[in-house]
């Protein structure tokens, strides 16, 4: 298990990974926002919470068809399979390795881009604390849908058009949590159905997906 | 006897291709699968490794018993030849790579990235692979593929000496690999190809 982690991460930060893709694409998306609605402050205030998390989420959804699709195509997933891993496990880790190069990065970087979108102040442990909380469950939600569409070429539209609908609890409450943490309001309600999202996800999900990953093997 | 096999039907996808497969293969013996392309060795061994359930029949054998080589090489190319080893080792909890870097002459190639390698080359990593599952039951389809006749020769030497240490192996092949304690089988007089009955689609599909 530790194996397969420290394998996928070393492969994400290799030429050719993929690493900092999101990253990349979270930053131009953000640096994008104030050229084009404009520079006034007022406006970039009160819709920096909902570009924020608007921006994490698609970031992440960009990498998702590389979880599983690169093992397919070489033949290493068949070969996982029939391993003593439990493909639950595999599902799990490869989730894991997904946060660990998307959703954490996007984390530590997105103070810094809340400056550029003139974030108030509060928001900010409530803009980190909500990404921390929530980006586990966009990666657990893509897994899934990763698993769905393995064997099916170019299925990056398919797996978008799947995992989006499941992205939409996670992106309100997460959005909801940073912009009552801009109003000066206590946000730990949203912040705790986010948590629930994600428990929920990380706990069940990896047993559907690789519920997805035996039939898409067959 | 390692692996029985009783009255298997397998099938890929919507159709099915093979029933009423019956055979035995024991320790220190190998089965040689013959049959034209596309008669159905691929799928019998998907069966035999677990990948694709069997629609009917019966396959003992021990769990966790069976390595698995097919048609992709399951190398990854940014990793060299000692990482990917090295990695398939942590996963089936052996620890050495030693014997199957001899096995397969790989000690030169350790530190090369395997996207660099040869088709042969890749092929030799893949089959090393096998050494370190530890798995007494090696289903494999196609080995040779690509592979010149020193190194089937060596593959060959590997596999005698798998059968030696008490394993055996099932190998669809369209080559003599020279094996003196082989059986061949030839899988023609299973295939029954049709679309599967339970299958809700398979109307649809073929209309």
Redesign the interface.
């Known amino acids: 298990m530790i194996g397969l982690l420290s394998r996928d991460l070393n492969l994400a930060i290799r030429a050719g990974g993929g690493f900092g893709l999101g990253l990349a694409f979270f930053l131009i998306f953000t640096a994008l926002v104030p050229f084009g609605v404009g520079p006034e402050t007022g406006i970039l205030r009160i819709i920096a919470p909902g570009i924020l998390w608007l921006g994490a989420l698609l970031a992440c959804l960009l990498s998702l068809d590389r979880i599983f699709q690169l093992d397919w195509e070489d033949g290493s997933l068949d070969l996982l399979a029939t391993s003593p891993l439990p493909l639950e496990g595999v599902a799990a880790i490869k989730a894991l390795a997904h946060w660990i190069t998307t959703g954490l990065p996007l984390v530590a970087l997105s103070p810094i881009l809340g400056l550029l979108l003139n974030l108030p102040g509060p928001a900010y442990p409530w803009l980190v604390a909500s990404l921390a909380i929530g980006t586990p469950a966009l990666s657990a939600i893509g897994t899934f849908g990763a698993a769905l569409t393995v064997g099916i070429k170019r299925g990056g539209l398919l797996l978008s058009l799947l995992v989006l609908p499941l992205y939409v609890p996670t992106l309100i409450f997460g959005a909801m949590a940073v912009s009552r943490g801009a109003a000066g309001l206590d946000a730990t309600t949203p912040l705790a159905m986010l948590g629930g999202i994600t428990l929920a996800t990380v706990a069940t999900l990896p047993f559907a997906a690789a519920a997805a990953l035996r039939v898409n093997l067959r | 006897m390692q692996l029985v096999v009783e009255h298997l039907a397998c099938a890929?996808?919507a159709a099915q291709i093979l029933s009423g497969v019956g055979f035995a293969v024991a320790t220190g013996e190998a089965l040689i699968l013959h049959g034209p392309n596309g008669s159905g060795k691929t799928t019998l061994l998907?069966t035999l490794?677990?990948?694709?359930?069997p629609l009917d029949g019966r396959i003992t054998c021990a769990p966790?018993a069976?390595?698995?080589?097919?048609?992709?090489?399951?190398?990854?190319?940014?990793?060299n030849v000692a990482?990917n080893l090295t990695?398939?080792a942590?996963?089936?909890?052996t620890h050495s790579i030693a014997p199957a870097v001899a096995a397969f002459d790989l000690t030169a190639l350790l530190d090369r990235k395997a996207g660099e390698l040869s088709a042969g080359q890749k092929r030799r990593l893949s089959l090393a692979?096998l050494l370190v599952?530890g798995r007494p039951v090696w289903c494999l389809d196609e080995p040779t593929v690509s592979l010149d006749t020193a190194n089937v020769a060596r593959f060959a030497a590997a596999v005698q000496a798998h059968l030696a240490d008490g394993g055996s192996a099932i190998i669809a092949t369209h080559i003599d690999l020279g094996l003196p304690n082989a059986r061949s089988l030839d899988i023609t007089p299973f295939v029954a190809k049709r679309i599967r009955a339970d299958d809700p689609f398979g109307d649809e599909a073929f209309a």
């Open positions: 890929r996808g998907r490794a677990g990948l694709t359930p966790d069976i390595a698995y080589a097919g048609h992709a090489d399951g190398l990854k190319s940014s990793l990482e990695f398939w942590g996963v089936f909890g692979r599952t």
